[in-house]
């Protein structure tokens, strides 16, 4: 328990934290204090003075975010003396600062204008010209308007300390500073938080520039459809279309805060897309065309169509697939068909690799995003979560550098998160598994340090830091591990014992917004795994049912395998290489048209809203697949709510028992499912199966050298980045403009070749 002392604030006192800083305990306990430049959970930066405090004994006011809570402290929050000082600096703030707020993008949302109301002076007494910079781009997402910049740092320190990346910084002198590039275009990770943060309208998205005005927004809570950390994102939304992505319209304490990363934030657009698949499409013979149709038409040409083949061959002869895209209720809805409807065991997810054998052994519960900021070491193999799970990236980095936490890598290709590592082990290509075994097995070290080309005492060094941990360790692995691997990982903590004031948590890095979602519903547990599936097409599988598509992983090398089938139905957004291939092709809606649950790589189940209308004549995944087990003569009984569905899987999956709606609407204050943790198993057996695989890896193989550039898997085209014009620009390299004044977007324009082709799957 931390010491207590008292402190007296506005004459009331409380027993607050020693050490707890005094502006969040004065907000805490419900006295408003102004304040720009505070941020909580960055580097001080202690220049706006906006919020001044007066403290007993001390001579001048001081600002209360520099000060930390002492016995016997009193405090007093608002005066005359304080507010003629806070009246003072928004005048300062203002000197050099055009009032344009008609025609700033921020204005309605603005804290500057905000705190001009509450305390500025109703008389502009300079009379001084102002500064004038013109504005312009900083990237093909960052837009800059110089002069409206109150120098409060925030961006800067965003920048640093979340993204690692540094890439924006003031410079000038005086009145004259402003903030800028290094060599005046950016080419960073485009994450856009340095434009959340900015209290002004210094720093705007460039892809909403102008459109809309913040008051004309709907403005709905929901989760992201990109990757497995589930960042928390408000929809802003006007007339059934989405105009932009924020993190700041929630409550900003929760799950990510204000982070989001380029995709959350500005990938949207795909939503409203002009090449959405508006109507129901049905190929009526082998080799013709898909031709529009209704709903009524296509689902009874489809279930005709399944009925032949399942009386022909057997419910068994079809494939279900479902998709770690898709929502909690979506994946269930399919999974319910396979067995219901069809009595098929042949059902999957279209996953890039399975969680399965690590949940089946599953030795910690999973950590938290809060819990991998508050760790005191870290452990990641294999991986690259600033690229593929960003919010974890950017946990891992506050960690270490905000809070003293251990970083132990070991990783094949010499990522970025290696600046923050306490110790980096540079392994060869594809021998991630002998890493887990040589922690799991101090007695194999020497035969796993030759497989993985380092030697012996780095692997005893990495041991150490995890036997010597005092507080939380948690582990993390990417989708390099193999299922024995995985398997035996699972029981790390098992294999270095119980030691007071150490624990063990895991998290695991999968690809997809709910690939722990597809696990958990037992989507995963199929006789089939998606390859197997693809190989058995026209054989032991005459028909599939695929909601969303099959990964170009997937495809490669099977690219004939669809063609195969009997008949093939598919739901999607987009024509993909899988709708190309189908006989039936029903409109899905996305994730902004829905409502359901995604569950992300900590666990936490957490709540997709409905943003807008369906598009188009688009339905959501569980209610098509609803609508064809209907016209199969099987009810699923969903009454068109996602919430019954939800109620299904709360009693179906144990890890869900209880979950309601209603529990999971306090995003600062997430749930985690509570995983079963396997209890003994065959341990030894599992060791025994990694060593076999260890013992069939290379002992020779080059090493990769040099860091991948920033945004070598963010920024890579797929079926939804493809449809945002500036995804292209960042793929074909970010180029800079000749005018850094008119929109980088004129680029395609100028040059078609700067919008490529699609190339992947997400
Ligand atoms: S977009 Fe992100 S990485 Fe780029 S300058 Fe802003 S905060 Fe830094
Ligand atoms: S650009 Fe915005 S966040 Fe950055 S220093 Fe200026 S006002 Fe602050
Ligand atoms: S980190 Fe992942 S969940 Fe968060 S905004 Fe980015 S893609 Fe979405
Ligand atoms: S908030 Fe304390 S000086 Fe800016």
Redesign the pocket.
């Known amino acids: 328990m931390a010491d207590l002392v008292k402190v007296t604030i506005n004459a009331q006192q409380f027993e607050v934290e020693k050490g707890a800083r005094l502006i969040d305990v004065c907000r805490e306990k419900g006295f408003a204090i102004p304040s ?2 505070y941020y909580a959970d960055l580097a001080l930066q202690a220049s706006c003075r906006m919020c001044l405090v007066r403290i007993e004994k001390m001579p001048k006011l001081q600002t209360s975010c520099t000060i930390t809570c002492t016995d016997g402290m009193v405090v007093t929050t608002q005066s005359e003396e304080i507010e003629k000082a806070q009246r003072g600096m928004v005048e300062f703030l203002l000197a050099n600062h055009p009032l344009d707020c008609p025609v700033c993008d921020r204005g309605g949302e603005c804290e500057l204008q905000e705190m001009v109301f509450d305390w500025g002076q109703l008389e502009e007494r300079f009379t001084e010209r102002k500064n004038y910079y013109p504005e312009k781009y900083l990237s093909p997402i960052v837009a ?1 308007d110089p002069q ?9 320190r965003v920048c640093d300390e979340w993204m690692g990346e540094d890439a ?1 910084e ?1 410079g000038g002198r005086g009145s004259h500073t402003v ?1 800028g590039t290094y060599g005046g275009w950016l080419n960073c990770s485009q994450c856009g938080n ?1 434009i959340e ?4 309208g ?2 705007l998205d460039a892809t909403y520039r102008h459109q809309t005005r913040p008051w004309e927004l709907s403005r709905t809570t929901s989760t992201c459809t990109f990757c497995s950390d589930g960042c928390q994102l408000s929809v802003g939304a006007r007339a059934g279309e989405v105009m932009r992505v924020v993190a700041r319209d929630r409550y900003v304490n929760g799950h990510n805060g204000e982070f989001l990363c380029i995709k959350g934030r500005f990938a949207h657009p795909f939503v409203n897309h002009e090449e959405r698949i508006g109507t129901p499409l049905v190929r009526y013979q082998k080799g013709g065309r898909l031709i529009p149709t209704t709903w009524d038409e296509a689902v009874q040409f489809a279930s005709r169509r399944m009925r032949e083949v399942t009386d022909a061959h057997g419910g068994r002869s079809v494939g279900v697939v479902g998709s770690p895209r898709l929502t909690n209720e979506s994946n269930w809805a399919m999974l319910r068909f396979a067995r219901e409807v069809l009595g098929t065991d042949k059902y999957t997810a279209a996953e890039a690799f399975s969680l399965a054998p690590f949940f089946e052994n599953l030795g910690a519960p999973l950590a938290t995003h809060r819990d991998i900021r508050h760790a005191r070491v870290i452990l990641l193999v294999g991986g690259e979560p600033e690229e593929l799970q960003p919010l974890t990236g950017r946990q891992i980095r506050q960690a270490v550098r905000n809070g003293g936490a251990k970083l132990v890598i070991f990783n094949s290709v010499p990522i970025r998160l290696k600046e923050q590592a306490a110790q980096f082990v540079h392994i060869r290509p594809g021998s991630e598994d002998a890493a887990a075994l040589a922690l799991l097995s101090p007695g194999d070290a020497e035969t796993a340090a030759r497989k993985l080309g380092v030697e012996a005492d780095e692997i005893g060094r990495a041991s150490q830091l995890l036997s010597e941990a005092e507080g939380d360790v948690v582990v993390m692995f990417g989708g390099e591990l193999s299922a024995e691997a995985q398997a035996a990982l699972a029981g790390l903590p098992a294999a270095f014992g119980e030691r007071e004031g150490r624990r063990f948590l895991f998290h695991p890095l999968p690809l997809f917004n709910n690939s722990v979602g597809v696990h958990d519903l037992g989507l995963m547990s199929g006789a089939l795994n998606p390859l197997e599936l693809l190989d058995a097409a026209g054989s032991e599988v005459r028909a599939m049912y695929v909601a969303g598509s099959f990964l170009p992983a997937h495809l490669e090398g099977r690219e004939d395998a669809l063609s195969k089938l009997d008949f093939l139905v598919v739901q999607e957004l987009f024509h993909t290489a899988t709708t190309r291939a189908a006989d039936v092709v029903f409109p899905a809606a996305s994730f902004a048209e829905v409502d359901g649950t995604f569950t992300n790589s900590g666990g936490l189940v957490q709540r997709v809203r409905q943003s807008i209308p369906p598009v188009h004549q688009s339905k959501p995944d569980w209610a098509i697949t609803s609508q064809l087990a209907s016209a199969l003569g099987t009810d699923f009984g969903f009454q068109m709510s996602s919430s019954n569905i939800f109620l299904e899987i709360a009693s179906g999956v144990p890890a869900y028992a209880g979950l309601r709606y209603p529990l999971l609407k306090d995003e600062s204050n997430p749930v985690q499912a509570r995983h079963a943790l396997a209890r003994g198993g065959d341990a030894a057996g599992r060791l025994d199966a990694l060593r076999r695989a260890v013992g069939e890896l290379a002992e020779a193989g080059e090493k990769v050298a040099g860091t991948p550039p920033v945004g070598h898997e963010l920024f890579r085209l797929g079926t939804l980045t493809d449809k945002v014009p500036q995804f292209h620009l960042l793929a074909a390299g970010n180029p800079e403009p000749r005018s850094v004044l008119i929109s980088p977007l004129y680029q395609i324009t100028v040059d078609p070749g700067l919008r490529r082709e699609a190339a992947a799957g997400d």
Do not use: H
């Open positions: 720009f430049c800059n409206r910049c109150i120098l409060c740092k925030r961006c800067t924006i003031a903030i340095c943060v900015c209290p002004t210094t720093l």
